[in-house]
């Protein structure tokens, strides 16, 4: 295998690289920081204390089948 025989794809990924970019900025909306931003405030909302896998819900649901537990055990 000679030198001329090597194909070289630098080039070819440099411009498959620059279309996706070009591809990339048109399917972005014209005000894509706001988009962005109002993306990642939506995703840092705090859950409710009460959310499922809560460490407050657990204990409160523990605590309540150990009172009921108590009490029937009591009666």
Known sequence: MNSEDIIDIRGR??????????LAR?????D??????LALQEQRVRPSIFA??????????SFAIFFTAAMLFLL
């Open 26 to 30: 048109l399917a972005a909306p014209t």
């Open 32 to 37: 894509w920081e706001s988009e962005l931003r």
């Open 13 to 22: 990924i440099r411009a498959h690289g620059a279309r996706q970019l070009t």
């Open 52 to 61: 499922q896998g809560s460490d407050l819900r657990l204990f409160a649901e």
